[in-house]
């Protein structure tokens, strides 16, 4: 989450675009909550803008320019994968940028383009 949100130089976890759950401590474990790029993306289908843009391999880009901020696609996202970013008053979604699969100290992340 800290690496995620260093893309934009942040110090906490404030715009983080994904998000580590605990499901019980150690002994239940951990859940990662993060985008995992729907080929049919709710979020995008659900934007009166048109904001999310619906990448050729599955998941979503945001066009901020077009976001109005209307939150419809935070409750859209079945697995909530989609956070706020309170600053800029719209949403944060992963870029798929790899960068916490590169720094996750259990290697539990990856990014891999499934077919």
Same mark, same amino acid.
């Given at each position: 989450?800290?690496?995620?949100?260093?893309?934009?130089?942040?110090?906490?976890?404030?715009?983080?675009? %994904?998000?580590?759950?605990?499901?019980?401590?150690?002994?239940?474990g951990?859940? +990662?909550?993060?985008?995992?790029?729907?080929?049919?993306?709710?979020?995008?289908? =659900?934007?009166?803008?048109?904001?999310?843009?619906?990448?050729?391999?599955?998941?979503?880009? %945001? %066009? =901020?320019?077009?976001?109005?901020?209307?939150?419809?696609?935070?409750?859209?996202? =079945?697995?909530?994968?989609?956070?706020?970013d309170?600053?800029?008053?719209k949403?944060?979604?992963?870029?798929?940028?790899?960068?916490?699969?590169?720094?996750?100290?259990?290697? +539990? %992340?990856?990014?891999?383009?499934? =077919?």
């Amino acid at each position: 989450m800290y690496a995620c949100s260093m893309r934009y130089g942040d110090g906490g976890l404030e715009r983080s675009a %994904l998000i580590v759950k605990s499901l019980g401590g150690f002994e239940r474990g951990f859940a +990662v909550v993060v985008c995992r790029a729907c080929e049919d993306p709710p979020c995008a289908a =659900s934007c009166p803008e048109g904001a999310l843009i619906v990448r050729e391999h599955g998941g979503v880009r %945001l %066009l =901020s320019s077009k976001c109005t901020g209307c939150m419809i696609c935070i409750s859209a996202c =079945s697995l909530g994968a989609i956070f706020w970013d309170r600053e800029k008053g719209k949403p944060i979604v992963c870029t798929y940028c790899g960068i916490c699969a590169k720094h996750c100290p259990h290697n +539990v %992340l990856i990014v891999e383009e499934v =077919s």
